[in-house]
């Protein structure tokens, strides 16, 4: 069965979410995951939107394009402000969260501000939003992203969103004691972080990608395993549940 590497995207990101945890999610691709997970294998997953939403059943068709927007509020089982939302998180009461960039490097720290110098930059971009709070704040973040060179590169131009900062205990040593970026998830595979290091790795490549497509397609050496597994392909039901939530193809494309 054919699919997008958005779809692509959405069902590996869905898969890493634990039944009982509660995610962070941003519109798009991140909310089409906990949605896809909650209707399969993660039926208490609670689902936290950053305008303070919390536990939302959002309708197939339905999709909000932005975090306020009131479709996704039907049937929530909480309503809060903002700055709540972002309070439960330092609190730790969110477990995973879900970021995208522009950039992303080696230790897994995440550019959504600017391309080239911050004071002449090249590309100015829309900044932080809420995401340099989620992975300052959630136990886990995962980060997902189409993979090419140009956004994995050695280090960002810009850290809007720390990872390992400088890798080692860097992160801990800049002030952030909780929290950490746990995977990278791409069109072409799944990425970790060394224990030790906290540098890049790769993990598992998706079903006719290999580890040196991926390495030509990453501006860092990427270690890899001498045999590197290939995850499972979207499933069928998977991906009939992911179109019906997106008829019109607005984010599947």
């Known amino acids: 069965m054919s699919y997008s590497d958005a779809e692509l995207l959405t069902v590996m990101a869905a898969r890493r979410l634990d039944d009982g945890t509660a995610v962070f999610a941003g519109v798009g691709i991140p909310l089409l995951a906990a949605i896809l997970a909650r209707h399969t294998h993660a039926p208490r997953l609670m689902i936290v939107v950053e305008g ?13 394009i932005s975090t306020n927007e009131m479709r996704v509020a039907h049937r929530a089982l909480m309503l809060t402000g903002i700055t709540d939302t972002f309070l439960y998180a330092q609190r730790g009461f969110l477990d995973v969260g879900f970021i995208g960039g522009a950039q992303v490097d080696r230790f897994g720290n995440v550019n959504s501000s600017v391309i080239g110098p911050y004071d002449h930059p090249k590309v100015r971009l829309p900044g932080s939003g809420g995401a340099n709070d989620i992975i300052s704040l959630c136990r886990e973040v995962i980060v997902v992203t189409t993979h090419e060179a140009r956004r994995f590169v050695p280090r960002v131009d810009f850290i809007t969103s720390p990872g390992f900062v400088d890798g080692g205990d860097s992160r801990k040593a800049a ?18 972080f060394d224990e030790r290091t906290r540098t890049m790795r790769l993990e598992a490549v998706h079903p006719g990608v290999t580890a040196e497509m991926v390495q030509q397609a990453t501006g860092f050496e990427l270690p890899a395993p001498d045999v590197v597994p290939t995850t499972d392909p979207p499933t069928a039901a998977e991906l009939d549940l992911l179109r019906s939530l997106d008829p019109d193809r607005r984010l599947l494309r």
Do not use: A, Q
């Open 175 to 192: 002030g952030l004691h909780f929290g950490k970026v746990s995977g990278v998830v791409t069109n072409l595979g799944i990425m970790g």
């Open 52 to 64: 303070g939403i919390f536990d939302p059943e959002v309708l197939p068709g339905r999709l909000p």
